[in-house]
C-alpha cells in the first residue's frame, strides 16, 4: 500500500471525527438528556456515550494524530510546494470550515451508529481515558461567554432569538427584569407626597374616613402630625384589625415605622421590609426629609415583574434601566 493510500484512509477518517465531534458536541448534555428521555433513538444512543467525558478528548486526540500522519504522508509523496497548498486547504478544511458548519442528519446518525463502539472502548480502557479526562478538564476549560452581571442581559437577549429557544417570552421578560432590578433605586419607584394619601393622627376613623382610604387603593398610609405636615409619626394599613371601629387614627396607627433613602437600592428597600414587617417605607432625601413612600406593593411590582414597570419617576429613571422595558418588548417579540 502506497503512502497516498495510506493518507487518503487518514483523510477520511479525520474527517470522521471532526464530523463525530460536531454531531456529538452540538447539544450541551443536559439538553442531550432531555431529548434521550423523551424517546428519541438518535439521542438516546449518543447521550451513553457524551456522558463519559474523555469523548471530547479521545476524539480530538484520535482527529490531531489523524491529521498529522495525513500531513506527513503527503508530504513524503509530492514535491514541497503542493505539500504546502494541500497542508493550508486540509487544516483550514479540518479546524475552521468542519466545525462551524450546520450539523446534519448525517452527522447524527453517523454518531449513533459509531457509539456503541466508543461505549466499548471506553470500557476496555478506562483508567487511560481517566487520565485523558483530567487532561483536558485542566487545559480545555469551558467558559460562558460571561464575565460581569451586566452581560446577562446580552445572555438573555441571544436566548430570545435562539431558534430552538423553549423558554417561554413571558419566563424571559421576567428574568431581563430581574436582572435590572438589581441596579434599580428607590428613586426610580417610590411615590412622592403629592400622589400619595396621608393621614393625620388626629382624623377619626369613621365612614367618611375609610371611604376616602379605600377610593385612595393604597393598602398603607403615612400618618403625620397634621394633614399638610411632613412631620412623620406613623404608618396605618387599611386592613388592621378594627379600623372599622370608633376612634382616632392614632389609635390604630404603628409608631414604629421604618425609613429609607432615596439613593439606596430596591434590594435595600426589601431587606427593610423583611426585617421592619411594616408595609410601608417613608422615603427620606440626603437632608433626612420625607420626600414619599415605598409600599411593599410597589416594590413587590418591580420585582416580580408585571406587565408594565412600576415606575412613577419615569423622568429620573437612567438609560440602563429603562432598557428593562425595551429588554421586554425585544424577548415579547422573539
Same mark, same amino acid.
Given at each position: 500500500?502506497?503512502?497516498?493510500?495510506?493518507?487518503?484512509?487518514?483523510?477520511?477518517? &479525520?474527517?470522521?471525527?471532526?464530523?463525530?465531534?460536531?454531531?456529538?458536541?452540538?447539544?450541551?448534555?443536559?439538553?442531550?438528556?432531555?431529548?434521550?428521555?423523551? $424517546?428519541?433513538?438518535?439521542?438516546?444512543?449518543?447521550?451513553?456515550?457524551?456522558?463519559?467525558?474523555?469523548?471530547?478528548?479521545?476524539?480530538?486526540?484520535?482527529?490531531?494524530?489523524?491529521? *498529522?500522519?495525513?500531513?506527513?504522508?503527503?508530504?513524503?509523496?509530492?514535491?514541497? $510546494?503542493?505539500?504546502?497548498?494541500?497542508?493550508?486547504?486540509?487544516?483550514?478544511?479540518?479546524?475552521?470550515?468542519?466545525?462551524?458548519?450546520?450539523?446534519?442528519?448525517?452527522?447524527?446518525?453517523?454518531?449513533?451508529?459509531?457509539?456503541?463502539?466508543?461505549?466499548?472502548?471506553?470500557?476496555? *480502557?478506562?483508567?487511560?481515558?481517566?487520565?485523558?479526562?483530567?487532561? /483536558?478538564?485542566?487545559?480545555?476549560?469551558?467558559?460562558?461567554?460571561?464575565?460581569?452581571?451586566? !452581560?446577562?442581559?446580552?445572555?438573555?437577549?441571544?436566548?430570545? /432569538?435562539?431558534?430552538?429557544?423553549?423558554?417561554?417570552? #413571558?419566563?424571559?421578560?421576567?428574568? *431581563?427584569?430581574?436582572?435590572a432590578f438589581e441596579? &434599580?433605586?428607590?428613586?426610580?419607584?417610590?411615590?412622592?407626597?403629592?400622589?400619595?394619601?396621608?393621614?393625620?393622627?388626629? !382624623?377619626?376613623? $369613621?365612614?367618611?374616613?375609610?371611604d376616602e382610604m379605600?377610593?385612595?387603593?393604597?393598602?398603607?398610609? &403615612?400618618?403625620?402630625? #397634621?394633614?399638610?405636615?411632613? /412631620?412623620?409619626?406613623?404608618?396605618?394599613?387599611?386592613?388592621?384589625?378594627?379600623?372599622?371601629? +370608633?376612634?382616632?387614627?392614632?389609635?390604630?396607627?404603628?409608631?414604629?415605622?421604618?425609613?429609607?433613602?432615596?439613593?439606596?437600592?430596591?434590594?435595600?428597600?426589601?431587606?427593610?421590609?423583611?426585617?421592619?414587617?411594616?408595609?410601608?417605607?417613608?422615603?427620606?432625601?440626603?437632608?433626612? +426629609?420625607?420626600?414619599?413612600?415605598?409600599? @411593599?406593593? !410597589?416594590?413587590?411590582?418591580? @420585582?416580580?415583574?408585571? !406587565?408594565?414597570?412600576?415606575?412613577?419617576?419615569?423622568?429620573?429613571?437612567?438609560?440602563?434601566?429603562?432598557? #428593562?422595558?425595551?429588554?421586554? $418588548?425585544?424577548?415579547? /417579540?422573539?
Amino acid at each position: 500500500m502506497t503512502n497516498l493510500s495510506v493518507a487518503g484512509i487518514c483523510l477520511v477518517l &479525520a474527517l470522521l471525527m471532526s464530523m463525530l465531534r460536531k454531531a456529538y458536541f452540538s447539544l450541551p448534555a443536559y439538553e442531550l438528556k432531555r431529548r434521550a428521555v423523551s $424517546g428519541d433513538k438518535i439521542y438516546s444512543k449518543l447521550y451513553p456515550a457524551v456522558a463519559n467525558r474523555s469523548l471530547r478528548g479521545l476524539l480530538w486526540l484520535l482527529m490531531t494524530a489523524l491529521a *498529522a500522519a495525513f500531513l506527513v504522508l503527503v508530504s513524503l509523496s509530492v514535491n514541497l $510546494g503542493l505539500a504546502i497548498v494541500v497542508a493550508v486547504i486540509w487544516i483550514w478544511l479540518l479546524y475552521s470550515w468542519l466545525p462551524n458548519r450546520r450539523t446534519s442528519s448525517i452527522d447524527y446518525r453517523l454518531a449513533a451508529l459509531t457509539a456503541p463502539f466508543f461505549i466499548w472502548l471506553f470500557n476496555w *480502557a478506562h483508567p487511560a481515558l481517566k487520565y485523558l479526562e483530567r487532561v /483536558q478538564k485542566r487545559y480545555n476549560e469551558i467558559h460562558t461567554g460571561v464575565y460581569e452581571y451586566q !452581560d446577562l442581559r446580552g445572555f438573555l437577549r441571544l436566548q430570545a /432569538q435562539q431558534p430552538d429557544n423553549r423558554i417561554s417570552p #413571558q419566563q424571559l421578560s421576567r428574568l *431581563a427584569k430581574l436582572v435590572a432590578f438589581e441596579e &434599580a433605586k428607590v428613586n426610580h419607584f417610590f411615590k412622592p407626597w403629592k400622589a400619595t394619601i396621608k393621614l393625620a393622627e388626629s !382624623d377619626i376613623v $369613621g365612614p367618611k374616613l375609610l371611604d376616602e382610604m379605600h377610593r385612595s387603593k393604597q393598602l398603607s398610609f &403615612a400618618v403625620t402630625k #397634621q394633614r399638610n405636615s411632613h /412631620q412623620i409619626c406613623g404608618v396605618l394599613s387599611r386592613d388592621v384589625v378594627g379600623l372599622s371601629s +370608633e376612634g382616632r387614627v392614632s389609635d390604630y396607627m404603628r409608631s414604629d415605622f421604618a425609613t429609607i433613602g432615596r439613593d439606596d437600592s430596591m434590594e435595600d428597600a426589601l431587606l427593610s421590609f423583611a426585617h421592619s414587617s411594616v408595609p410601608l417605607l417613608i422615603v427620606l432625601d440626603k437632608e433626612s +426629609e420625607a420626600v414619599g413612600t415605598l409600599s @411593599l406593593k !410597589d416594590a413587590l411590582d418591580a @420585582l416580580l415583574v408585571l !406587565d408594565k414597570p412600576a415606575v412613577v419617576n419615569k423622568a429620573e429613571v437612567p438609560a440602563e434601566i429603562d432598557n #428593562q422595558v425595551e429588554v421586554e $418588548g425585544e424577548l415579547s /417579540q422573539a
